[in-house]
């Protein structure tokens, strides 16, 4: 497995259908999976010995509003053995009703990484993993209300001052600091 | 009410005063006090973000807050009476700022030191205060980023001006924007 080239063969051979799309862009490989599959896919990446992605540099969230399907989940994979990376993506649709989070399965328990990183991506852009051991904001205060990673987020957060005032109150009174 | 005498109303007696004769000055007790209370302020060990590198080279050899009777650093809030608030507060800062504020003992002073800590500075995001005034009440505010060590030494004679003078915060102040009205 040398090159980018033979890693993409390899991964379209490796996955099947499960790869919607799959190409080579900027010296990175992209693949998009159906997000159903991600489970599976991710463990076959990591077990199969041509690929032995063994690490999760990081997985992140992006939202393309208003574009449908809105929302990108990303994971980027690096195999120490083998020296090579690739990109994974699934598309997420926003649900219908404003308040539900778009939902997809935690990988946390096939790489440990995943555990915080799913938690900041819930904690800024709302984004429900099925099955994640504790999915609790992990940089703003327990009370916040809202992800404001997300478009329709007001950029200074003036919505969220009062919140903020309202924040320290309960937090003093309760003897609690929110955290 | 009868005022104490001022430095003028003395200065006879003080120009007149010879070595071994005794020499009584009047004053207020809560004057005596405030003089007290001017040249013996301790800060707060707390550092929030950059600012609070150019706190601590302040207190550091180059431009001695000893000076001013103010280096005495304390890490706890139970011995101090000057919080600097230096530096950027997020949201998820603020009620622990807050407690320590609660946690020092009565008379307290506080400098906001930097654009951050007075208005959020650069940082128009929904993460910062804009402004720790939401949170605590401040005496003097510090402009720069970061404010140079003389600008913090000048804020704090300013506040040892007001401290002296009286005119400094009512200690039992509330902060200046909380706007729930609490
Ligand atoms: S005012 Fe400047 S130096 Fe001070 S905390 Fe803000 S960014 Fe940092």
Same mark, same amino acid.
């Given at each position: 497995? &040398?090159?980018?080239?033979?890693?993409?063969?390899?991964?379209? &051979?490796?996955?099947?259908?499960?790869?919607?799309?799959?190409?080579?862009?900027?010296?990175? %490989?992209?693949?998009?999976?159906? &997000?159903?599959?991600?489970?599976? =896919?991710?463990?076959? %990446?990591?077990?199969?010995?041509?690929?032995?992605?063994?690490?999760?540099?990081?997985?992140?969230?992006?939202?393309?509003?208003?574009?449908?399907?809105? /929302?990108?989940?990303?994971?980027? @994979?690096?195999?120490?053995?083998?020296?090579?990376?690739?990109?994974?993506?699934?598309?997420? =649709?926003?649900? +219908?009703?404003? %308040?539900?989070?778009?939902?997809?399965?935690?990988? &946390?328990?096939?790489? @440990?990484?995943?555990?915080?990183?799913?938690?900041?991506?819930?904690?800024?852009?709302?984004?429900? /993993?099925?099955?994640?051991?504790?999915?609790?904001?992990?940089?703003?205060? =327990?009370?916040?209300?809202?992800?404001? @990673?997300? +478009?329709?987020?007001? /950029?200074?957060?003036?919505?969220?001052?009062?919140?903020?005032?309202?924040?320290?109150?309960?937090?003093?009174?309760?003897?609690?600091?929110? %955290? | 009410?009868?005022?104490?005498?001022?430095?003028?109303?003395?200065?006879?007696?003080?120009?007149?005063?010879?070595? #071994?004769?005794?020499?009584?000055?009047?004053?207020?007790?809560?004057?005596?006090?405030?003089? !007290?209370?001017?040249? *013996?302020?301790?800060?707060?060990?707390? #550092?929030?973000?950059?600012?609070?590198?150019?706190?601590?080279?302040?207190?550091?050899?180059?431009?001695?807050?000893?000076?001013?009777?103010?280096?005495?650093?304390?890490?706890?809030?139970?011995?101090?009476?000057?919080?600097?608030? *230096? #530096?950027?507060?997020?949201?998820?800062? !603020?009620?622990?700022?807050?407690?320590?504020?609660?946690?020092?003992?009565?008379?307290?002073?506080?400098?906001?030191?930097?654009?951050?800590?007075?208005?959020?500075?650069?940082?128009?995001?929904?993460?910062?205060?804009? #402004?720790?005034?939401?949170?605590?009440?401040?005496?003097?505010?510090?402009?720069?980023?970061?404010?140079?060590?003389?600008?913090?030494?000048?804020?704090?004679?300013?506040?040892?001006?007001?401290?002296? *003078?009286?005119?400094?915060?009512?200690?039992?102040?509330?902060?200046?924007?909380?706007?729930?009205?609490?």
């Amino acid at each position: 497995m &040398s090159t980018l080239q033979d890693l993409k063969i390899h991964l379209q &051979s490796a996955l099947g259908a499960q790869a919607q799309r799959i190409w080579i862009e900027a010296e990175a %490989l992209i693949v998009f999976v159906e &997000s159903s599959g991600i489970r599976h =896919a991710l463990t076959k %990446l990591r077990d199969d010995p041509d690929t032995s992605f063994d690490i999760m540099s990081f997985m992140t969230a992006v939202d393309y509003h208003p574009r449908q399907p809105r /929302f990108e989940v990303v994971y980027e @994979l690096y195999s120490t053995r083998r020296k090579h990376r690739v990109r994974i993506k699934c598309l997420l =649709a926003a649900p +219908k009703n404003e %308040l539900e989070l778009p939902e997809i399965d935690t990988v &946390s328990d096939i790489y @440990l990484a995943a555990n915080w990183h799913e938690r900041e991506c819930y904690d800024l852009m709302g984004i429900h /993993f099925r099955k994640h051991p504790d999915l609790r904001r992990i940089l703003l205060p =327990a009370r916040w209300d809202g992800h404001p @990673l997300r +478009k329709e987020y007001p /950029f200074d957060g003036k919505r969220e001052w009062n919140l903020g005032t309202t924040v320290i109150d309960g937090a003093l009174m309760e003897g609690d600091l929110g %955290l | 009410m009868i005022n104490a005498p001022s430095m003028d109303d003395r200065r006879p007696y003080i120009d007149n005063w010879k070595p #071994g004769e005794g020499a009584v000055w009047l004053t207020k007790l809560d004057q005596a006090l405030r003089l !007290a209370q001017t040249n *013996s302020i301790w800060p707060l060990t707390a #550092g929030l973000a950059c600012c609070a590198i150019e706190m601590m080279c302040t207190a550091a050899a180059r431009f001695d807050q000893a000076r001013f009777g103010a280096e005495v650093y304390r890490a706890t809030p139970r011995q101090a009476d000057l919080l600097i608030v *230096s #530096g950027r507060m997020s949201w998820k800062m !603020a009620p622990i700022v807050r407690e320590l504020w609660e946690q020092m003992p009565h008379p307290k002073w506080c400098i906001s030191m930097g654009a951050c800590a007075s208005c959020g500075g650069v940082f128009q995001t929904y993460s910062i205060v804009p #402004g720790v005034d939401q949170i605590v009440p401040v005496d003097v505010y510090v402009p720069g980023c970061p404010p140079r060590p003389e600008a913090l030494l000048d804020a704090l004679i300013k506040l040892q001006n007001k401290i002296r *003078s009286g005119q400094a915060k009512n200690p039992f102040a509330e902060p200046a924007g909380r706007m729930d009205g609490a």
